[in-house]
Structures are given as structure tokens and as C-alpha cells.
């Protein structure tokens, strides 16, 4: 190339030039171009669907670009595999972790690149380079602690552990608060500002507008794969941003009107559920819950939500107390029964009890109704009804891509999100469990799911929301129940109390103490 003609690139660490990524019947990245200045933490956003995942698959050689090209550090680069994109100094923290359950800390970090004392594992160095790395970017682990017993914001901390551990100088995070509460994700942010502030590049994949004004420098829009806008973060805000993402003005907050509170719907009596390993995770809880209302559980995460949830849905054995539904004890029901009797749930992990990802969408459709005669004849389903029913709810939910012949596996996480909301609501529940509904989506996806959980209720269906998300909480319930340590902390009305004191209740102070409390004060 004449040099006159050579473009000069060497002040940005990444540059994607008119990157194209086709895959059957859909092209994912449209000539995209990337712009991410050294040390710098840059923010790529845009609906579910829009290619974000895909474009920075393709920088750490996850899938290679049909055409494009990749300067790292103002070289052109050619990247075929994570091989070479840890050689350029590239690593990726996936939304999913990619950790080994049964293995420590220093195993996880270490694998495929352990040192070795002649032929042993020198698992005191790995400790000791753990250590360093720990200390020196605030990533605070116990080196030795076992994976499946740290909570999901220390695991998150081994995966970056486990890139910088690579040599990574550019860290690509997708979607990194998905599973965060909002203490985990305050502390991730003060990590990667400690990040950048050593001169590490930052690449954030995220839907979360408040998070992007909050940590990044600059923010690249995409939409149905292409780049609708760049902008430096301080000459933006979260209604401009929302625009470029869906092509419209997108409602940042929940229209309702009051709730029409009909009869007693669902009633939890003095409950008492185990965990896995057999220590007591629900404690004496008791509530109830309405038709045409939403009552809503706060709480740090691991406080009994899961396990909660799990009892009235039948998935999880009651060891004492009752869950009682439309007036009869179903405790210790079984799932099939619970939706037999018009309860429907949209469950917190959407891999593990939403779908079964090997399958077609079209099938994931009707799971839990796959023996309704609408679907079944017999022994045999009757595909055709099948299809044209998942090809309606495809449209109405805006599913994407629209092909119900797609493998749930080959979703983006949003997209599996609406399979599974969309299944549930269509079969018309009397009463619906409804577990993180929107981790994972997009501002307009939220949108959409919020107003379609607003819409049940006031067609008098009764509603129990268990959200992470304190702002979800906040606008969609009507009666805000707070969980700390298996126990209810207190009731509160979203009009009558404020995220402090909600904030007081998940970290363990009762409501008539905290209400108490400020009586003396005034």
C-alpha cells in the first residue's frame, strides 16, 4: 500500500473497519466500524439482536467476519480464534461464565496455562500470581475457595482475574451486570475504573443506559446491525441513547393506572423451604397476593427469592407451612399440576428451567402444554398448529431473528427471554410467578415486557415479581414485600417509601424498627 494512502490507526487500540457477518437469513453486522481509543472504556449498546455480541465474537475469534479488517494498536491483525486473539492481548468475560464449578479459584484462572515445577503443577506460584493480580486491580478472591460456592459477583472477578492472568491489555465484557446486584455492580465499576486507570482498555456490551452514563467514556449505537450513532458520553444522555437504539422515543419510566384488587388469588402460610445443602433458606414466611395486582420481593440475591419461588411452583420440596392457590393446598404439588390449575412462571434462569436450548423455537413454544389438544393428537403433535402458533407469537413478541425453525440455543439471551415470556402469557394464566424478567434485555424489550406485565394485571391477573433490579421493583409493584436471610423484613407501597429505605430492609433492618426509629428522630 502507498504510504500516502495508509491509514493512520495507532491511537486507537481496536478498529473494526466495515466489518460484514452474515449467517442464514440474517446479516448480523452490516459494514460496521469500531473506534475504541486506548484506555479508554467504551460502550457498545443496541437492542437485542442488533449484533453487538456477534461484532465482538468476531474481535476474539469466537466466528471470523465475511469481509472487514481488524487493527489492534494501529496493525492490521488477523484474528481466526481466541488463540490469536489472546496472542494480540484480547480477552472476553462472556455473559455466561466459562468456569469449571468443581475446580478452585487457581484452577479456574490457571487452566491450559499452569506453571510447572519440572513435571508438577506449582500451584504456590498460580496462588502467588493471583494474588498480585487481586491486589492490583481490586479483584479481592480467595484463591483457594471452590467456584459453585462464591456468589455470582465473585465469580465474575475470577473471569477478569482470568484474562488479565492472559496478558489481556483489551477487555471485552458482555453484558457484565446481567446477573449483578446493584452493591456487585458499584463494586465491578470501581474495578474498572482501577482498569483503566493502569491503562487497560475497556470494550461493554450492555443495554443498561444509567450504567453507561455512570463508567464509560464513549458509546457506539447499533441497530439491525448497523451503526447509528458514536458519541462521547458527557455530550449524551439516556433519552438520546434510547432513540438510536429502537429508531424512537422509548418511555424510560412505567405508565399504570391503580390497581382493581380483586379477590385473594394466591396465600403463603408460615413457609418453610431448605436449600440445596440442606440449611433452611425460607423462614416463616407468610403473604398473599391478589387478582389484578403486582406485588413485587426486594432483596440482595441469595437472601431465599430462588428457593421461594421454586416452592410455590412446585419445583422445590415445602418442608413446612402451605402454599395455597384459588382456595385449595397444592403444596408439594407437582410443576404440571400448578400449571394445570392456571399458574404460570417465567423463571429466573432461562438456560437451566425456561428452555431446552437443542430444541426449535416452534417446540419451545408449547412446552408444559405439548399434551393440550390444540397441539397433540394423541401420541402425535401436530407440527403444523404447532408452527402457525409460534409464527404468531414470533410476530406479536417480536422475536429475533423470526424463525421459529431456529435452535433456542442460537437466540441471543433477550431473544430467549421473549420465547419464554411469550409462551407463558399466551397460555392466559389466572396467576403468574414472574423471576427477572427483563436481565438481559434491551431498553426496548424492557419497555415491551413491562407493559405487557401491567396489561395482565389489569385484566385482574394476579402478579408475584422477584426483580434484582430496584427500578423494576419500584414501577412495576403495587406491594413491595422485602427478603433478607429467608425473612420478610417488611411490606411497603412504592408511593409510600423511598430505595433507602428499601435499600435498609435487604441488608437486614425490620420496617417497624427503621419507622420506629425515625419517630424518635422527629
Do not use: W
Not at 210 to 232: C, F, P, Y
Not at 495 to 513: C, P
Amino acid at each position: 500500500m502507498d504510504n500516502k494512502n495508509k491509514k493512520d490507526y495507532s491511537q486507537y487500540a481496536v478498529v473494526m473497519e466495515q466489518i460484514v457477518k452474515k449467517f442464514p437469513g440474517v446479516l448480523a453486522n452490516d459494514h460496521v466500524d469500531l473506534f475504541v481509543k486506548r484506555g479508554e472504556i467504551h460502550a457498545i449498546v443496541g437492542e437485542n439482536g442488533a449484533g453487538k455480541t456477534t461484532l465482538m465474537s468476531q474481535l476474539y475469534g469466537l466466528i471470523n467476519p465475511n469481509s472487514g479488517k481488524i487493527y489492534i494498536n494501529g496493525v492490521e491483525t488477523r484474528i481466526k480464534n481466541p488463540n490469536d486473539a489472546i496472542a494480540a492481548k484480547i480477552g472476553m468475560v462472556h455473559q455466561h461464565f466459562m468456569l469449571v464449578d468443581r475446580l478452585s479459584v487457581v484452577e479456574n484462572v490457571v487452566l491450559g496455562m499452569e506453571p510447572s515445577h519440572g513435571p508438577f503443577f506449582a500451584i504456590d506460584v498460580a496462588r502467588k500470581q493471583i494474588r498480585e493480580l487481586s491486589e492490583k486491580f481490586g479483584l479481592y478472591v480467595d484463591p483457594d475457595a471452590i467456584i459453585e460456592d462464591l456468589p455470582v459477583g465473585a465469580q465474575q472477578r475470577v473471569e477478569i482475574i482470568k484474562v488479565l492472568y492472559r496478558g489481556a491489555e483489551i477487555l471485552i465484557l458482555d453484558e457484565p451486570t446481567a446477573v449483578l446486584t446493584p452493591q456487585e455492580t458499584d463494586e465491578l465499576f470501581d474495578v474498572l475504573r482501577s482498569l483503566k486507570a493502569q491503562g487497560k482498555t475497556i470494550i461493554l456490551i450492555t443495554h443498561k443506559l444509567h450504567e453507561v452514563m455512570a463508567v464509560t467514556d464513549s458509546v457506539t449505537v447499533m441497530r439491525l446491525g448497523k451503526v447509528t450513532g458514536v458519541v462521547k458520553t458527557k455530550d449524551t444522555n439516556p433519552k438520546e441513547l434510547a432513540r438510536m437504539m429502537v429508531g424512537r422515543d422509548v418511555l424510560l419510566r412505567v405508565e399504570k393506572d391503580k390497581a382493581k384488587v380483586g379477590d385473594k388469588i394466591l396465600e403463603i402460610e408460615k413457609l418453610e423451604v431448605n436449600e440445596n445443602r440442606g440449611l433452611r433458606a425460607v423462614n416463616g414466611v407468610s403473604f398473599s397476593v391478589h387478582k389484578g395486582e403486582i406485588v413485587g420481593i426486594a432483596g440482595v440475591a441469595g437472601n431465599g427469592q430462588s428457593e421461594l419461588v421454586e416452592a410455590i411452583t412446585g419445583l422445590r420440596k415445602v418442608e413446612s407451612g402451605k402454599v395455597i392457590f384459588k382456595d385449595v393446598d397444592i403444596t408439594n404439588f407437582s410443576p404440571k399440576k400448578h400449571r394445570e390449575m392456571g399458574m404460570g412462571h417465567i423463571p429466573e434462569d432461562r438456560l437451566k428451567r425456561g428452555l431446552v436450548t437443542a430444541f426449535p423455537i416452534y417446540y419451545n413454544f408449547i412446552l408444559g402444554k405439548h399434551d393440550d389438544p390444540k397441539f397433540c393428537d394423541g401420541s402425535f403433535l401436530k407440527i403444523q398448529d404447532i408452527k402457525k402458533f409460534s409464527e404468531e407469537l414470533v410476530k406479536e413478541f417480536d422475536v429475533r431473528p423470526p424463525l421459529i425453525n431456529i435452535l433456542g440455543a442460537n437466540l441471543s439471551g433477550g431473544n430467549q427471554q421473549k420465547v419464554i415470556i411469550a409462551r407463558e402469557i399466551a397460555f392466559e394464566p389466572d396467576f403468574l410467578v414472574v423471576s427477572q424478567p427483563t436481565r438481559g434485555l434491551d431498553i426496548g424489550a424492557i419497555e415491551f415486557i413491562h407493559k405487557t406485565i401491567i396489561s395482565m394485571r389489569d385484566k385482574g391477573i394476579g402478579v408475584l415479581l422477584i426483580s434484582m433490579e430496584l427500578e423494576e421493583i419500584f414501577s412495576l409493584s403495587d406491594r413491595i414485600l422485602v427478603m433478607y436471610e429467608g425473612k420478610i423484613m417488611g411490606e411497603v407501597r412504592p408511593e409510600e417509601t423511598s430505595t433507602e429505605e428499601v435499600g435498609m430492609m435487604m441488608t437486614g433492618h425490620r420496617l417497624e424498627d427503621l419507622r420506629s426509629q425515625e419517630t424518635q428522630e422527629v
